[in-house]
């Protein structure tokens, strides 16, 4: 798939767990797992949002488009 | 967001809460369903047209009493809309058995749609092969010149058909449910 996940790479550089942040941007465990192994087919701007809030990241730090 | 999840969450709740009931109910029908034909055709000679009468005698079903034989032949023939009927109630038993379990929208729901669809379908010329035979043999003890074959399509089975139809189109909405409630799973 074209757009690669870097939550993984964010995560670590930000020392958090994934059960924190799924907390923080209230979402499950399980769906961000799905975001974080590339299986999700969408994401709302509202996660988007939620995410770069409390990671204090653009938009363009998670999601990047390689060819 | 989180008001749109908690109503989607009591929606969800009421539908497993309801279809817990129907599925209960369904389970009894399909037991039920050959009780009422073993009944039917084994006390045939005594059943009367209606149960509540109100100063008048009550009427038996059939003039002249059948033998065993002709009871058996009838329950036989009875075999074909019964089973027509055990078809249709078994797969929305198994939609309200899917829906008690909170599951809505899955490649079993069109499934069982479709199946439905066809049991009304089979419904119609079960009916029609069923009363046409009962009218044989209720006739037989007639006699010669009095007996009696009627085949005949009716309002009912052209409403029979129509809801068939209804209910194929619903397969088709409930596959399309599906494929959104798919795409919904791996939305973040």
Same mark, same amino acid.
């Given at each position: 798939?074209?757009?690669?996940?870097?939550?993984?790479?964010?995560?670590?550089?930000?020392?958090?767990?994934?059960?924190?942040?799924?907390?923080?941007?209230?979402?499950?465990?399980?769906?961000?797992?799905?975001?974080?192994?590339?299986?999700?087919?969408?994401?709302?701007?509202?996660?988007?949002?939620?995410?770069?809030?409390?990671?204090?990241?653009?938009?363009?730090?998670?999601?990047?488009?390689?060819? | 967001?989180?008001?749109?999840?908690?109503?989607?969450?009591?929606?969800?709740?009421?539908i497993?809460?309801?279809?817990?009931?129907?599925?209960?109910?369904?389970? #009894?029908?399909? !037991?039920?369903?050959? =009780? $009422?034909?073993? %009944?039917?055709?084994?006390?045939?000679?005594?059943?009367?047209t *209606?149960?509540?009468?109100?100063?008048?005698?009550?009427?038996?079903?059939?003039?002249?009493?059948?033998?065993?034989?002709?009871?058996?032949?009838?329950?036989?023939?009875?075999?074909?809309?019964?089973?027509?009927?055990?078809?249709?109630f078994?797969?929305?038993?198994?939609?309200?058995?899917?829906?008690?379990?909170?599951?809505?929208?899955?490649?079993?729901?069109?499934?069982?749609?479709?199946?439905l #669809?066809?049991? !009304?379908?089979?419904? =119609? $010329?079960?009916s %029609?092969?069923?009363?046409?035979?009962?009218?044989?043999?209720? *006739?037989?003890?007639?006699?010669?010149?009095?007996?009696?074959l009627?085949?005949?399509?009716?309002?009912?089975?052209?409403?029979?058909?129509?809801?068939?139809?209804?209910?194929?189109?619903?397969?088709?909405?409930?596959?399309?449910?599906?494929?959104?409630a798919?795409?919904?799973?791996?939305?973040?």
């Open positions: 798939m074209p757009i690669i996940i870097k939550l993984d790479v964010l995560l670590a550089e930000r020392k958090m767990k994934s059960v924190e942040l799924a907390g923080l941007i209230g979402i499950t465990e399980q769906n961000l797992s799905i975001l974080k192994t590339g299986k999700a087919k969408a994401i709302r701007v509202s996660t988007i949002e939620a995410i770069c809030r409390h990671l204090h990241c653009q938009p363009g730090d998670i999601l990047v488009y390689e060819e | 967001m989180n008001n749109l999840r908690g109503v989607i969450m009591g929606n969800i709740a009421k497993k809460k309801v279809s817990e009931v129907f599925y209960k109910i369904l389970t #009894a029908i399909l !037991f039920l369903i050959p =009780i $009422f034909y073993i %009944i039917f055709w084994w006390r045939i000679n005594d059943l009367p *209606s149960f509540i009468n109100v100063n008048m005698t009550p009427e038996n079903i059939i003039q002249n009493k059948l033998s065993p034989s002709l009871q058996l032949i009838g329950f036989g023939v009875s075999l074909l809309p019964m089973g027509v009927l055990m078809y249709g078994y797969y929305i038993r198994r939609l309200f058995g899917l829906y008690r379990e909170g599951m809505v929208f899955t490649s079993d729901h069109s499934l069982f749609f479709k199946r #669809a066809k049991a !009304f379908i089979l419904w =119609i $010329f079960s %029609i092969v069923y009363e046409s035979a009962t009218s044989v043999i209720f *006739s037989i003890g007639n006699p010669p010149g009095s007996r009696v009627t085949v005949g399509v009716s309002s009912s089975e052209m409403l029979t058909l129509l809801i068939a139809c209804v209910i194929w189109v619903i397969s088709w909405v409930v596959d399309e449910g599906r494929i959104l798919e795409e919904n799973k791996f939305t973040v």
